[in-house]
């Protein structure tokens, strides 16, 4: 599975803002400027970005709705993805710049952020939804986790998310088991 630089790209940052949520046992990672700052040079935007505490509470305030996209089936993500182009008056066109190839920006650079991250969230989904690859986005199968991830495996294999080295602890769970059942 391919998608264009910019899908890929939209969809890392999207994994990324949603898995800054609190889950299980894990609490919120996006509450500080400084949180917000390493978020954004992780995932850097163009356009005005103010990097204050209003912005910054905006873009936690997306979060859930983001989230929601791993809750649904490709039909269901259909309603959800056309409000976030709505609510954001997305107007797609072509543009270049910073080295990227011709690619889409659907908002006014001087949108607020979240705004801009909300509309090129649904974007993405959007290249997600046509492709017909929405199997793809996955919530991690570990017990104890609830972060999201997008399978780019070519066989679309990919249980467990990267933020928890959650492969590694489930498959040492397994194997323990495996050998308790065994000495017992």
Known sequence: ?????????TLSAVVDLVNTLPG?????TLTT?????????????TGAVRRDEA???AVRGIRPRLRELWDVDRIAAVPLVNAML?????LPRLVIHDGYDWHIHATSDDAPLATRILVEAAMAFVDVIRSDEYDRIRVCAADDCD???VDYSRNGSKRYCDTGNC????????????KAQGAG
């Open 1 to 9: 599975m391919v998608f264009i630089h910019d899908t890929a790209r």
């Open 24 to 28: 299980y046992d894990d609490a919120d």
């Open 33 to 45: 400027l400084d949180e917000f700052d390493g978020f954004l040079a992780a995932n850097p935007y």
């Open 55 to 57: 912005e910054l509470a």
């Open 86 to 90: 709505s609510d954001g008056r997305a």
């Open 147 to 149: 972060s999201v991830y």
């Open 167 to 178: 492969g590694n602890r489930m498959n040492v769970h397994a194997y323990r088991q495996r």
